[in-house]
Nanobody
Framework: QVQLVQSGGRSVQAGGSLSLSCVVS????????MGWFRQAPGKEREFVAA????????YYADFVKGRFTISRRNSRNTVFLDMMTLNAEDTAVYYC?????????????????WGQGTQVTVSS
């Protein structure tokens, strides 16, 4: 059984920074491409960022480029999302997810396992 456990969500002021983490257990972490998604109130869940198994490639949604950074530490089975210059539009529940294969990383249906979600609230 693969489990993804997230931490790091909280309330911050606009312009601030926040880091999320997600620890994977139950399978070899290196087997998975890791992604972050988010779901704002009243909206569908959307892709935020993804990173290949060795960290060699990273992908970002246009609305977070230059502000968010995805990284992973395979020795600790952990993926991170570092967020800077947050604004109110970044308020959402953030989810980490794991999938095999590197294609279709923006499609949530392609992901096999999901974290529990963590709330990020940005106040202006």
């Amino acid at each position: 059984q693969v489990q993804l456990v997230q931490s790091g969500g909280r309330s911050v002021q606009a312009g601030g920074s926040l880091s999320l983490s997600c620890v994977v257990s139950g399978r070899t972490f290196r087997d998975y491409l890791m992604g972050w998604f988010r779901q704002a109130p009243g909206k569908e869940r959307e892709f935020v960022a993804a990173i290949t198994w060795n960290g060699g490639s990273t992908y970002y949604a246009d609305f977070v480029k230059g502000r968010f950074t995805i990284s992973r530490r395979n020795s600790r089975n952990t993926v991170f999302l570092d967020m800077m210059t947050l604004n109110a539009e970044d308020t959402a529940v953030y989810y980490c997810a794991a999938k095999t294969g590197d294609s279709d990383y923006e499609a949530e249906d392609e992901y096999d396992y999901w974290g529990q979600g963590t709330q990020v609230t940005v106040s202006s």
